[in-house]
């Protein structure tokens, strides 16, 4: 079930200040109107959108209007959840921003 009133976007990411960014970039854009919730590891990303576990209240947890996906988290290889998301018909319709960062200049 999608809210049809502000999606919200669903960000997967593993650190706190990449955290911290990212909801004051959305903050200052349209982008952010209908919300910012946060997972931090790309299983709990499927958990949440799949409403298992402690996210089975699916009223509780409607799906996002958007995803961004980071896909330097350390528990699982991020592309593996991004082929899952593919692959349910109910979350097929989600964009999904895929994002990575790197240390090296």
Request: hydrophobic content about 45%.
């Amino acid at each position: 079930m999608i809210s049809t009133s502000k999606p919200y976007i669903l960000v997967a990411e593993d650190y706190a200040e990449d955290r911290m960014q990212v909801m004051e970039a959305l903050k200052e854009s349209f982008a952010g109107a209908g919300g910012t919730r946060f997972v931090e590891f790309g299983d709990i990303l499927l958990d949440y959108l799949l409403h298992r576990g402690k996210f089975a209240e699916e009223e509780k947890f409607l799906l996002p209007g958007q995803i961004l996906l980071y896909l330097n988290m350390p528990q699982k290889e991020n592309w593996v959840q991004l082929k899952a998301i593919e692959s349910f018909l109910n979350l097929r319709c989600i964009p999904v921003i895929v994002l990575a960062t790197s240390n090296t200049e």
